[in-house]
């Protein structure tokens, strides 16, 4: 057998019904309707920081949510299950592409006004 974790979504029984969608929307209003990683405002997921099978207690905690997009999410699950791991060069990279793309559009703004 692999290296890999078996990997069964603890979470699905949690993400149904009216209490997800309400805990589901103030997790997206506190995080501005951005992912918390990259910035992105598309294909939105909230995401438990410590997933339900370790944490079953914090599986209703606001704190323990957050806001990713879809590519970011992915991520986290494949490092979570076992099948990646993040390239700390690269992460650094991505930081400082962030930073500054965040800077020259602030920047802009502040030229415009």
Known sequence: MSDRKEYFRHSRRITRGPRWKALRMQ??????WRCVQCGS???????H??????????????????????????????????LGRPD???EAWKKLVRQTGQTLIEHKGKADA
């Open 41 to 47: 405002r598309h294909r939105l997921e909230i995401d």
């Open 49 to 82: 920081i410590e997933p339900v099978r370790d944490r079953p207690e914090l599986a209703w905690s606001l704190s323990n949510l957050q806001t990713l997009c879809g590519r970011c999410h992915a991520r986290k699950t494949r490092i979570e299950i076992g």
């Open 27 to 32: 997790a997206l209003e506190r995080d501005d």
């Open 88 to 90: 700390p060069a690269r």
